[in-house]
């Protein structure tokens, strides 16, 4: 069955940087698009970024431009997303999406999520 586990959250300054994994298992991971979606209590869910299946290209939410970066390792069956200067309004559950297809867009299976925390 689709397993998607995340890691790497935790707790970082405004400002400070953190790396997000996702480890994906039971289904064929160069076949799908990727994409890391973040939930904030009280909100609606937010998505962020997304990667082509291949990897050649990536979309990313407007307000974390130029801060965030989405990347995969086909061999390691492996998502990534690169977070830097981050900001308070960053907290959230992040969670890593399998798409339906090839492309970014619909996701059908989530990962459990993984709390990040902004704060000074």
């Known amino acids: 069955q689709v397993q998607l586990v995340e890691s790497g959250g935790g707790w970082a300054q405004p400002g400070g940087s953190l790396r997000l994994s996702c480890q994906a298992s039971?289904?064929?991971?160069?076949?799908?698009?990727m994409s890391w979606v973040r939930q904030v209590p009280g909100k609606g869910l937010e998505w962020v970024s997304g990667?082509?299946?291949?990897?050649?290209?990536?979309h990313v939410l407007d307000s974390v431009k130029g801060r965030f970066t989405i990347s995969r390792d086909n061999a390691k069956n492996t998502v990534y997303l690169q977070m830097n200067n981050l900001k308070p309004e960053d907290t959230a559950v992040y969670h890593c999406?399998?798409?339906?297809?090839?492309?970014?867009?619909?996701?059908?299976?989530w990962g459990q999520g993984i709390q990040v925390t902004v704060s000074a």
């Open positions: 990667i082509y299946a291949d990897g050649s290209d990536t």
């Open positions: 999406a399998k798409g339906v297809y090839s492309v970014p867009g619909e996701t059908d299976y």
């Open positions: 039971g289904f064929t991971f160069t076949k799908y698009a």
